[in-house]
């Protein structure tokens, strides 16, 4: 019998890695740049929850919260991730626009120096 509680735990921990590591990034793919309304995380919320139900084998019918099975499952909310792509973004953004402005200058100077002789 333990043996299929160890299958059965090793099934649940890859599903939970391939759900924080591909299905959760696909969720909030371009999210950074979005106006997010409550009815876009709404739906976000319901895919994620759609997932992790099928991840625990719990289906709607049996009335568990979506607090209960984030704990069971040890997994944070999508409302709790997005902040961080988001801040994520803003740096990606704000490091960019320092440095993308002086290999720009660098380029045209490299591309127009080779053309001009003095």
């Known amino acids: 019998m333990s043996i299929l509680v160890h ?3 090793a099934r649940t921990d890859t599903e ?3 759900y924080k590591f591909v299905a959760r990034p696909s969720l909030i793919y371009g999210n950074e740049t979005w106006v ?3 009815r876009d995380m709404t739906r976000l919320e319901a895919a ?8 625990t084998g719990y289906t709607r019918l049996d009335k ?3 607090e209960v099975i984030r704990k069971e499952l040890e997994i944070s909310g999508i409302q709790d991730v997005r902040p961080r792509y988001k801040q994520n973004w803003n740096n990606h ?3 960019g626009s320092v440095i993308w ?10 591309l ?3 053309d001009v002789k003095v």
């Open 16 to 18: 939970i890695k391939f």
């Open 112 to 114: 127009f120096s080779c």
């Open 36 to 38: 997010t309304t409550k």
């Open 93 to 95: 953004l704000e490091t």
């Open 7 to 9: 299958l059965k735990k």
């Open 48 to 55: 994620e929850m759609r997932f992790l139900r099928s991840v």
């Open 64 to 66: 568990i919260r979506n």
């Open 101 to 110: 402005p002086i290999i720009v200058i660098i380029f045209l100077y490299k």
